[in-house]
């Protein structure tokens, strides 16, 4: 990781909440966990469930984001006039491709994913609006969308999205293959496109460069190019969102493209100085260590509070210097007394082990053998997982004071019995060992690969975290 140069930057100006059209409004991802709309004061999030805004739209486009579509793509060569009569399928879909008939509307949303056709008030057109916030950001076109621009960075911004419009926007032409021209193939898929079939075609692609419909997509996210409007660079056709990428790093906390005579870099990614902060508290990461969570930079204390596994022997959380064990989606400390056979407690620790029922034992005969009694009061081995909540680490007692029985479950009844089988009784159960090396075994951020060791201890003088996902933040000089 290292930072280039030292000005911060920093603003909690935002669009007046009244103005803001998708306020209030639910989260297609949290559902009702979500109470509603609230943008952050300099993310382009959700402030109640820290989804994107594009989680949060509902109904049609929003009236400005139809606006600003109409002044990106002004300037596109339109199609024939004559050709442009959709009738009746207008009234349908939430948007069809300009200068077809209806009958080649139907032809044209024919190839597409039943999910992704836009009809009015459909799962469709939810995806439209989605993608037009996506892959057409407002803030990358227009500085009234951004947070805090100094005057020279935007001017910047005014001259780059005029030279991105003037040198390779475009919108797609979707029209039939002519029936007299035959070997024109799919610039994405390479199959043939014959006489009448739907295709695209892109005018700063070349002459005769078309792709199917449901191929017209982004080279870099793979989605199809919402309403055909496409980026073209270097032979690939982008969205928005990812061509201007290409130009431009983007700012992973306030998703604006960075202008900034100085940025902060890690792992690939960019921030504005003043943006590189903990994902939850907000905390300056400058000089500390981190933790990167899917692309979202947190401080130690919020990833521990919040993403950190449980052992399933011990039930303690396992904090970030400290090694683990997973498999099946069980995690244990990378320690002798947790990672060990739940029979006779040999440590497995670069053993091979057999997992049968949620535990891990080091042999057959362990396995088959009764469990051993718990300690009175304390929740059953075999029950594993996280501990309850409450102050206490114990299951409580029933009426009486005994503990509770081995076959009892994690609802709070006992299991009922079985039904013995009918004729000679059956034979051991047939498990196989695993061997250590190939079972899905990861190491905790922090932990080395490989069999775990105990964890050395902590230097806080250390120049970098240990492992790949423990890092120390670079200070602005």
């Given amino acids: 990781m290292f930072t280039r140069g030292s000005r911060r930057r920093r603003s909690a100006r935002s669009a007046p909440e009244a103005e803001d059209p998708e306020r209030g409004q639910p989260c297609q991802a949290c559902g009702e966990q979500c109470p509603g709309f609230l943008v952050h004061g300099w993310r382009k999030i959700c402030q109640h469930c820290k989804c ?22 002004a300037d596109c060569q339109p199609p024939p006039a004559s050709d442009d009569d959709s009738g009746c399928a207008s009234e349908e ?22 999910d992704k056709v836009p009809y009015v008030n459909s799962p469709g057109e939810r995806y439209r609006v ?38 390779n926007l475009g919108r797609g032409a979707a029209r039939p293959f002519p029936l007299t021209i035959t070997g ?28 199917h419909p449901q191929c017209f997509q982004c080279a870099t996210c793979r989605e199809l190019l919402v309403d055909l409007v496409y980026f073209y660079q270097d ?22 493209i960075i202008f900034a005579a100085q940025c902060t870099e890690a792992e690939g990614r960019h921030w504005h100085l003043g943006h590189f902060c903990c994902f939850e508290c907000e905390g300056p990461l400058g000089g500390r260590r981190y933790v990167m969570r899917h692309g979202r930079p947190y401080c130690c204390r919020c990833y521990q509070a919040r993403h950190a596994e449980y052992c399933d022997a011990c039930g303690e959380p396992i904090g970030l ?19 060990c056979c739940a029979g006779c ?32 009061g304390l929740l059953p081995a075999i029950l594993g997982g996280r501990p309850p909540p409450g102050p206490g680490r114990g299951a409580p007692l029933p009426p009486g004071g005994a503990p509770p029985p081995l076959h009892a479950r994690a609802g709070g009844g006992p299991a009922p019995p079985r039904p013995r ?31 775990p060791q105990p964890p050395p201890p902590f230097d806080p003088a250390a120049p970098s975290g240990r492992g790949p996902g423990l890092n120390k933040g670079a200070v602005p000089q």
């Avoid at 994107?52 to 793509?73: D, N, T």
């Avoid at 057999?354 to 034992?361: A, C, T």
Wanted: charged content about 20%.
């Fill in 52 to 73: 994107g805004r594009e989680e949060h739209a509902a109904g049609g486009a929003p009236p400005h984001l139809e606006r600003l579509l109409s002044r990106l793509v």
């Fill in 93 to 114: 879909y939430a948007w069809v491709p300009p200068g077809l008939k209806p009958e080649q509307v139907y032809q044209f949303f024919s190839c597409l994913p039943e």
């Fill in 421 to 451: 089988p009918h004729g000679p009784a059956p034979g051991p159960p047939k498990h196989a060992l695993v061997p250590y090396d190939l079972c899905t075994v990861t190491p905790a951020p922090g932990a080395a690969l490989g069999p």
């Fill in 130 to 167: 989605r993608q037009l916030l996506h892959q057409l950001p407002p803030h990358d076109s227009e500085a009234q969308y951004c947070n805090g621009l100094a005057e020279e960075e935007r001017r910047e911004l005014k001259l780059f999205a005029q030279q991105r419009k003037r040198e």
């Fill in 345 to 376: 407690g040999r440590p497995l620790l670069g053993q091979p082990f057999l997992p049968r029922g949620g535990q891990l034992f080091c042999s057959r005969p362990c396995a088959q053998r009764p469990p051993p009694r718990p300690p009175r």
């Fill in 235 to 256: 032979g690939r056709l982008y969205c928005g969102r990812h061509h201007a990428e290409t130009r431009r790093p983007r700012c992973q906390a306030c998703d604006e």
């Fill in 321 to 339: 210097d400290q090694g683990q064990m997973a498999y099946e989606g069980q995690h244990w400390h990378a320690r002798p007394g947790c990672f």
């Fill in 184 to 211: 024109a193939i799919c610039q994405q898929c390479g199959r043939r496109l014959g006489g009448g079939d739907m295709a695209v075609f892109a005018g700063r692609a070349g002459h005769g460069a078309c792709w």
